[in-house]
């Protein structure tokens, strides 16, 4: 079975250039959740969704970050504009409803910006 | 709001036994999941505990105490692929959430 797939694996930009992450959940799972991974500050969870719909986003850093989710197999993670202190690794994960159900998290992007 | 507490870094020795604690102050509670992180990949899911008590899982194990706020995560039978990390994450508590609040993960080490 496919797990979750994240797009792209690295990305190295400039600061002030827009970047989007890219995920597709596994196929069933009605929740999402996009996670950044510091080393100061561990793994963040940024936003999260369920039936495509955002659920909470308090964990966006400010307005420069936005999340869409414009249908079940697919959901993006934008920055703009892009700062050297958003270089993190961002993970995808996915669940299904219910008590005890795991999240299933992609291979994640590492993100530089210079 | 989640506070979770888990030691930063552990070490031990190939073949040995090793329990790494977590402990957590949290608004609700709704389940306890552990996760491996080896460097470099995506946290695995490892094990889930919603009810007191013990469950094991080979050569792993997680404990919950609900009274105490506190968790642990037994590793039998080390084994040098057991360094990593390990994430301890309480589930939001509301019924309808599926969040979860990290710690900030435990580095195993694991030594000939």
């Known amino acids: 079975d496919a797990g979750v797939i994240q797009s792209p694996r690295h990305e190295v930009t400039e600061m002030g250039q827009e970047v989007t992450l890219r995920c597709k959940p596994i196929?069933?799972?009605?929740?999402l959740f996009w996670y950044r991974q510091t080393m100061m500050r561990g793994l963040e969870l940024l936003i999260y969704?369920?039936?495509?719909?955002?659920?909470?986003d308090s964990g966006m850093p400010e307005d420069r970050f936005s999340a869409k989710m414009p249908n079940a197999s697919f959901s993006t993670l934008k920055i703009q504009p892009s700062e050297p202190r958003d270089s993190a690794v961002y993970f995808c994960?996915?669940?299904?409803?219910?008590?005890?159900?795991?999240?299933?998290f992609g291979d994640g992007t590492r993100l530089s910006i210079l | 709001g989640q506070n979770i507490d888990q030691p930063t870094e552990m070490t031990a020795t190939e073949g040995a036994i090793v329990q790494i604690n977590c402990t957590y102050q949290?608004?609700?509670?709704?389940?306890l999941f552990w996760y491996q992180q080896h460097a470099g990949e995506a946290p695995t899911f490892l094990s889930y505990?919603?009810?007191?008590g013990l469950e094991e899982k080979g050569r792993f194990s997680s404990f919950l105490s609900r009274s105490k706020g506190y968790s642990y995560l037994l590793l039998k039978e080390l084994q040098m692929k057991d360094s990593a990390s390990y994430l301890c994450?309480?589930?939001?508590?509301?019924?309808?959430?599926?969040?979860?609040?990290f710690g900030g993960g435990t580095r195993l080490m694991v030594k000939p």
């Open positions: 994960a996915s669940s299904s409803g219910g008590l005890g159900q795991p999240q299933h």
């Open positions: 196929s069933g799972h009605d929740y």
């Open positions: 969704f369920n039936n495509n719909v955002p659920i909470d």
């Open positions: 949290t608004s609700g509670f709704n389940g």
């Open positions: 505990n919603v009810l007191d």
């Open positions: 994450a309480v589930r939001d508590p509301s019924p309808a959430g599926n969040m979860l609040t």
